[in-house]
C-alpha cells in the first residue's frame, strides 16, 4: 500500500523571522562567524563596528581560503549541511545554521562576499525586509551587496583569498534610544568575550592566528591563570574514553584575592565576574562552548555557583564527534554531560571544589612553614551532631603567651575567649560576603609589613614574651612564629625580629 504524503515547505518570511529569535547575544552572534573563518584556515580576521545611526554595521573580514560561487550559494542556504554527517576533526561548525541564524539574530541585512585565490569576488545577500514584502516570493537571496553598499566590500578587493560578512539594518543592535557610547560599549563586550571563546587559538594552538576588533589585537583571556606563581593547585590532565571520542579534564584552583594584584584579581574576574566563572569549560577544537556553571551535576541536587567555590575552574576538551551525546545546541553556548561521563565529572568536580573551599576559607591556604612545618592556626573547627562550631586554639602561640602569663586568672582569659568564640557575629559575615562578593579584610591584609604598627607591633610583643619570659633562643622564636598564622605571611619581617628586638624603641632611647 503506498503512503500518502503531502509537499510542506516552510513560508520564507515566517521562517526567518522565527529563527531570528534563538537568543543569540551579539558576541555570541560574531563568535559563529569568526568560526567560519577559523574553519576557511584564516591567519587573521577582522571585525569593524561602524557607527551611522541606523545606518551603522558590523563587518568580518578573514583572509582564508574563500569560496567559488556554488560555494558561497551553498554556504549562504538554509540547512545544507546534516548535522548526522562526518565532519573534519578541526571542523567547528555543526548545523550549516550558524552564520545565517546568527547574523538574522542580529540584522535585517545580511551580505556575504568572498573570492577564492585566482578566482573571480561573488557576493550574495538576505535580505528579510524584501522577503517580508512578497510573501510568495520564496526563498530569494540577491546577487551583490545593497545598493550603495558596494564601498563596505573593498577590503576584501587588497586580499588574495578570503571572505567578507556584512550585517545592515541591526535593528536588534542599534535599538531606539541607542548612541555611540552604547555601541563602543558592545565592541568593548564582544572584544572580552572573543578573548575568553578563542583564547587557546590565540595563544598558540594556532600560531598563525590574529583576532582584530576595530584594528586592535585580542588578548586572550586564559581563565586558568596559567604559570602564575600564586596558582596553588592544578591536576595533571585526565582522560576517558567515550562512545564519541575521548575527552579530557584538567581541574583548576586559582589563587586568593590576597595573593593577587588588584590588576591580576580584576582581570582574572572574566566578562561575568568571578562567582559567575567558576565552574566547568567545556572546548571542542580549542574554542570555548560553555564558560562556567556546573553542567546540573552534583550530588542529591545540583550545584549552584556559590561564593565559596569561586575559584573552582575545569577545563573540559571534547571532540566535535561528541556534539550530539553532549547536545551542543545551534548557539554553541549549552551543553550537558552525557550519562557515561557525569559520575566521572562529578567527581572530579568534588576534589576540585573541595580544594578551592579551603583556598577560599584559608584566605589563600596557609602554606607550609620552614622544612614542611605544620601552620599553627587561631580556630579550630568542631563538627558536631548538631551542626559545626568555631573555637580558638589555646595552643596557637598569641593565645597561649596570655593564658600562660595570667597565672591563676587564667579562668579569666578564657572566660573572655568562650565569649568571643559564642558571639561571632556568622551572620553578619555571611550576609557582607554574599553583598560584597568577598571575604572581609583578615591576617593583616593590606598592611605594609614596614608598618610601625598592626603586624609589627604584634610580632614583637609575641617575639619578647618568648625570648624573655619563655626563655626561647631568638632562633626558636623565628622558627615558631614562621609557623603560625597569619605570620608566616610575613617571612622578612619575622626573619627580622631579632635585629628589631636590639634596637632602642622610640621614647626609650637616651
Known amino acids: 500500500m503506498t503512503q500518502r504524503t503531502r509537499h510542506a515547505p516552510p513560508k520564507a518570511g515566517a521562517m526567518m523571522e522565527a529563527l531570528r529569535g534563538l537568543g543569540y547575544s551579539t558576541a555570541a552572534a560574531l563568535a559563529d562567524v569568526v568560526d567560519n573563518s577559523i574553519s576557511a584556515g584564516a591567519s587573521e580576521v577582522r571585525l569593524r563596528f561602524d557607527w551611522e545611526r541606523q545606518a551603522s554595521r558590523i563587518s568580518i573580514l578573514d583572509d582564508g581560503r574563500g569560496m567559488s560561487d556554488p560555494e558561497l550559494e551553498a554556504a549562504m542556504t538554509l540547512g545544507t549541511i546534516n548535522p548526522l554527517d562526518e565532519r573534519a576533526p578541526s571542523d567547528l561548525g555543526r548545523f550549516g545554521l550558524g552564520l545565517k541564524t546568527a547574523s538574522f539574530s542580529q540584522c535585517r541585512s545580511l551580505t556575504v562576499a568572498s573570492k577564492r585565490e585566482g578566482g573571480p569576488l561573488v557576493c550574495l545577500r538576505w535580505d528579510l525586509d524584501a522577503i517580508a514584502s512578497d510573501p510568495e516570493g520564496g526563498w530569494r537571496m540577491f546577487e551583490g551587496p545593497a545598493p550603495g553598499s558596494e564601498r563596505f566590500l573593498e577590503p576584501l578587493a587588497s586580499l588574495r583569498s578570503g571572505t567578507l560578512v556584512l550585517w545592515e539594518r541591526m535593528d536588534r543592535v542599534v535599538t531606539a534610544g541607542s548612541n555611540f557610547e552604547h555601541f563602543a560599549e ?284 619563655r626563655g626561647m633562643t631568638p632562633e626558636a622564636a623565628v622558627r615558631a612564629l614562621s609557623s603560625t598564622e597569619p605570620f608566616q605571611n610575613y617571612p622578612k619581617l619575622v626573619a627580622s625580629l631579632p635585629e628589631i628586638a636590639m634596637k632602642p624603641q622610640e621614647g626609650n632611647a637616651e
Open 186 to 469: 558592545l565592541a568593548i563586550d564582544v572584544e572580552s568575550r572573543l578573548a575568553m571563546i578563542f583564547h587557546r587559538l590565540i595563544e598558540g594552538h594556532r600560531p598563525d592566528f590574529r583576532l582584530f576588533v576595530n584594528d586592535k589585537a585580542v588578548a586572550p583571556w586564559d581563565p586558568f591563570m596559567t604559570g602564575h606563581p600564586a596558582k596553588p593547585w592544578e591536576s595533571p590532565v585526565a582522560r576517558i574514553p567515550t562512545p564519541s571520542g575521548p575527552v579530557d579534564a584538567q581541574c583548576h584552583v586559582l589563587p586568593h584575592k590576597d595573593k593577587l594584584s588588584e590588576d591580576d584579581f580584576a582581570k582574572a574576574g572574566g566578562p561575568e565576574g568571578w562567582t559567575s566563572q567558576q565552574g566547568f569549560y567545556v572546548y571542542r577544537n580549542k574554542r570555548l562552548l560553555l564558560a562556567g556553571g556546573w553542567l546540573g551535576l552534583g550530588k542529591g541536587r545540583a550545584w549552584n555557583r556559590e561564593e565559596s567555590h569561586r575559584l573552582a575552574r575545569i577545563r573540559v576538551d571534547i571532540p566535535n564527534s561528541a556534539d550530539a551525546d553532549w547536545k551542543i545546541d545551534v548557539r554553541k553556548s549549552t551543553a550537558r554531560p552525557p550519562v557515561y561521563v557525569r559520575s566521572w565529572l562529578t567527581g572530579l568536580a568534588e576534589n576540585t571544589r573541595e580544594k578551592a573551599r579551603k583556598v577560599f576559607a584559608f584566605r589563600g591556604a596557609p602554606m607550609p612553614g620552614p622544612g614542611g612545618a605544620r601552620i599553627e592556626q587561631a580556630w579550630r573547627v568542631e563538627h558536631l551532631r548538631g551542626g559545626v562550631r568555631y573555637r580558638i586554639d589555646e595552643g596557637h602561640p598569641a593565645v597561649a603567651a596570655v593564658i600562660d602569663a595570667c597565672g591563676d586568672r587564667k579562668d579569666l582569659v578564657r572566660a573572655m575567649l568562650r565569649v568571643v568564640e559564642e558571639t561571632v557575629p556568622v551572620q553578619r559575615i555571611w550576609l557582607d560576603t554574599a553583598e560584597n562578593k568577598d571575604t572581609p579584610r583578615t591576617g593583616f591584609s593590606g598592611e605594609p609589613e614596614t608598618a610601625s604598627d598592626g603586624v609589627r607591633t604584634v610580632l614583637l610583643t609575641l617575639f619578647k614574651d618568648m625570648t624573655g619570659r
